[in-house]
């Protein structure tokens, strides 16, 4: 059975955690591959609204296993917190989540070298989520790093002092002003440890192959975008892992040839939160109007998420980076109203009209070529079937399928699960 995979094409918050809860139906096991705390993955089902950061967005079904891969880092603070407000759901945790031993931990020392590096790097910052991302995945790829499975040995706490020493030293090399008291951390930090101990900790690439085997069903759940993507992003403000297809394979341990069903899902417009470049961004009131009708605050931090056009020069990029083979289009609902809509098709870019992703798309370099196209005043979150669906939607829509060449399979008009057209 082959494992398919949902995916952002954009900067992240596409809308994941909706879709994946919407499809979890169809599947017995659902796996995060990459990222971490820095992810948050809304769902909404008989009114009530949910945040997920490190546990897969199928935890709510009876029918699904929840995997937590290799490739994800884990914060065991955020880990129980996340675990205390699924509490009153009386889910079944200890047979329905299961974490890989490979998957790594991020130390409280992580989140405070993320915090002074931000620091240092004044106007320059990247706007991490401070959630200890970036060091974390150095330490993983300098060697360094600690695994859930060295919590299973008995010298864990000597590698935790050996590292978190290490950190400290690194934190004073940066030459900024971060108050912390490690000794309050670390409190927190080792009693989350224990209870993250009670969990069934996992071979997942072992388990996930034997599922395969079984003829399980598996989704494989992105977190953040594309572009986003530490080798495909707009370097160097984007994350510090693989959101791509091919992180999926690491991440989880699945072989290439045995992926299915490529997701690609994105915004009918566009945002992006923290700092870089961003070509189609808007300043005026379209985009005010974007973020207030979407209410477009981050998930994880509560920042404003920046707006503007959808942008298919980048999308056609994750498009072609991540061999999408069917699409899915979010927040359509959220442009109900606007008299015209742009869709970005070209860049003016150096003088020259490019239609591919450029290694620099600083707004120096980059201007947006648009299309105009009609919009809808209709209002889209009451509609369930395909055939309500407004005139100039099916337009706009029938463009951005022609320019992909890729169909797009599920409309989504709100937050519910139950507001998802399928076409
Ligand atoms: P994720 O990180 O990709 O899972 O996305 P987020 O949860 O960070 O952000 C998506 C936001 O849009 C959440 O607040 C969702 O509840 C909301 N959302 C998802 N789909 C729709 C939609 O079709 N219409 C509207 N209005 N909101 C949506
Ligand atoms: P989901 O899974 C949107 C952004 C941060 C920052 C950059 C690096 O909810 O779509 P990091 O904390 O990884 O070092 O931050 O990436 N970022 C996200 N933006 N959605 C996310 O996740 C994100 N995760 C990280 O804002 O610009
Ligand atoms: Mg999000």
């Not at 108050?179 to 209870?195: G, P, S």
């Not at 407004?390 to 507001?419: C, H, M, W």
């Amino acid at each position: 059975m082959a494992v398919d995979l949902l995916l952002g094409l954009q900067w992240g918050d596409e809308g994941k955690g909706k879709i994946v809860d919407v499809l979890t139906q169809d599947y017995d096991i659902i796996a995060r591959f990459q990222g971490g705390p820095n992810a948050g993955h809304t769902l909404e089902f008989d009114g009530i609204k949910h945040v997920l950061h490190t546990i897969p967005s199928g935890i709510f079904h009876e029918n699904a296993v929840n995997v937590v891969g290799n490739g994800v880092v884990i914060d065991p603070v955020i880990f129980q917190k996340e675990l205390d407000a699924l509490k009153k759901f009386n889910l079944d945790i200890k047979s329905k989540l299961f974490i890989s031993r490979k998957a790594h931990l991020i130390l409280p020392t992580h989140r405070l070298l993320d915090a002074a590096s931000e620091a240092s790097k004044g106007k320059a910052k990247i706007g991490s989520t401070l959630k200890g991302i970036g060091p974390t995945y150095m330490d993983k790829t300098g060697r360094n790093g600690m695994r859930i499975g060295d919590l299973e040995l008995s010298d864990w706490k000597e590698k935790y002092r050996s590292l978190a020493n290490k950190h400290e030293a690194m934190i004073s090399f940066y030459d900024v002003d971060i108050q912390y008291d490690l000794a309050e951390l670390e409190a927190d930090f080792f009693k989350a440890v224990d209870e993250l101990k009670q969990l069934t900790f996992i071979d997942s690439e072992e388990y996930l192959y034997q599922a395969q085997k079984a003829g399980k069903k598996i989704l494989a759940e992105g977190a953040q975008g594309s572009l986003l993507d530490i080798d495909f992003g707009t370097y160097p403000f984007v994350t510090s892992s693989n959101t791509t297809a091919a992180g999926a394979c690491t991440g989880l341990g699945v072989a290439p040839n045995q992926i299915g069903d490529v997701k690609g899902i994105f915004k009918a417009y566009t945002t992006r939160v923290g700092s870089g470049p961003f070509p189609t961004e808007l300043f005026d009131e379209d985009g005010e109007t974007m973020g207030r009708v979407g209410n477009e605050f981050g998930a994880t931090t509560g920042r404003p998420r920046r707006c503007g056009w959808l942008d298919l020069v980048a999308l056609k990029y994750a498009v072609r980076v991540n061999g999408v083979t069917e699409l899915m289009m979010m927040k359509g609902d959220v442009l109900s109203g606007f008299k015209k809509l742009k869709v970005c098709t070209a860049y003016n870019y150096k003088g020259e009209q490019i239609e591919h992703f450029p290694f620099n798309i600083e707004a120096e370099n980059v201007t947006p070529v648009y299309s105009e196209m009609d919009g809808w005043k209709e209002d889209l979150t009451k509609m369930t079937s395909a055939d309500q669906l407004p005139k100039a939607l099916n337009e706009y829509i029938d463009f951005l399928e022609k320019e992909l060449e890729v169909p797009i399979k599920i409309v989504s008009v709100g937050p519910d699960r139950t507001q998802t057209i399928l076409r």
